[in-house]
């Protein structure tokens, strides 16, 4: 692929790169495509690891042109390589996040419409043009509630639009799990008993909802509504989101009926 973000080394796969698991920027080769160009690094600053990708992409295509060869590229579709669905930049822009509340939230509210929970959560994050998997990669069944989201469109976008779109919806992916997570806080507050790791299927949960508690007793409810919303502000966002999915799903409906006739 002509580049991939992730924003945490996977252990075990270090075969192929220049440098150890903490590297943010090396190479695979033969790895589906013949180059997998990949950039990335802990923490959020996403523009940061765009730009290192970026260079390095042009580095590398001023030296393959010296030597008589180029990346694979098609005027109309844009950079061709052996996965269609990777036509047109080729780039996957993603980060991983915390936010099993959100997703058991909007199967309860959706999940009857399709045949498993993960459809569900797909068919959400979809609407902000986003796709997810579950931390441990694309194979991975167990869901422990961290997800690695990242860009479900490759052709039609530039590189820095999509990163703009991932950047955009995964900040709202988390404004909606802090709306969730106030909740949770508040009905504990109230007296009703913490969340555990067996209700939470993984200790990290646990303690990033220890760890939002803490700062939402700082910051209070203003402060907190002026980042996330208000519950009426966010509630509607979730009417129109739910919506947007009801109405898609009727439109394949309807296409693959018209299909079978």
Known sequence: ARGVYHNKAREGMNIGRTGGPES??????????????????????????????????????????????????????????????????????GTQIMAKGLKDFVVAQIGHQFPSADKAWQAFCSTLSLQFRNAGGVDAKHDKGIYDISNSDRCGKKESEIVVTVFDGVSQL?????????????KVAAGAEAPTSTEFEDQKSVDRLAKFTEWYNKVGDDE????????????????????????????????????RL
């Open 24 to 93: 943010t920027l090396f190479i695979w080769l033969n790895e589906e495509d013949h180059l997998r160009v990949v950039s990335m690094q802990q923490g959020d600053m996403m523009l940061e690891v765009y730009q290192r990708w970026a260079a390095a992409l042009e580095k590398l295509q001023v030296a393959m042109q010296k030597n008589g060869i180029d990346f694979m590229h098609d005027p109309l579709f844009g950079w061709v390589l052996t996965c269609p669905s990777n036509l047109g930049t080729g780039m996957r822009a």
């Open 224 to 259: 907190f509504e002026a980042i996330v919303g208000t519950d009426a502000e966010v509630e509607a966002q979730f009417g129109m989101i739910f919506k947007a999915v009801g109405e898609k799903r009727k439109y394949v409906e309807v296409l693959a009926e018209e299909a």
């Open 174 to 186: 988390i404004k909606w799990q802090m709306h969730l997570d106030r909740k949770v806080a508040k």
